[in-house]
């Protein structure tokens, strides 16, 4: 049975940093790309970062530079580090998995609550 669990998610001022994790079980984690996405009140769920399983990265325009993802084959388990985050960075972010960035094999998650205000 597939399971991603986002955790890391709070509370943090303009300008900081949080650090996300995503730990995934019940499918050979290795062969394929995972994402993150996020969803924000009242918006439709977007794809944020991506990275293959080759460890190659890309990222939403409006995060590139301040975000960056990484995977830890051995763990199970990707990462979102968010630096110099914005009010406009507040959502619900999401984990998931497919053979491409852009696709998303597994069911959603409760996600990690990200919200930067001061």
């Known amino acids: 049975q597939v399971q991603l669990v986002e955790s890391g998610g709070g509370l943090v001022q303009p300008g900081g940093s949080l650090r996300l994790s995503c730990a995934a079980s019940?499918?050979?984690?290795?062969?394929?790309?995972m994402s993150w996405y996020r969803q924000a009140p009242g918006k439709q769920r977007e794809l944020v970062a991506g990275i293959t399983a080759k460890g190659m990265t890309n990222y939403k325009d409006s995060v590139k530079g301040r975000f960056t993802t990484s995977r830890d084959n051995a763990r199970n388990t990707v990462y979102l580090q968010m630096n110099s985050l914005k009010p406009e960075d507040t959502a619900v972010y999401y984990c998931n998995f497919g053979t491409r960035v852009e696709l998303a094999f597994g069911s959603w998650g409760q996600g990690t609550q990200v919200t930067v205000s001061s």
């Open positions: 019940g499918f050979t984690f290795s062969s394929y790309a």
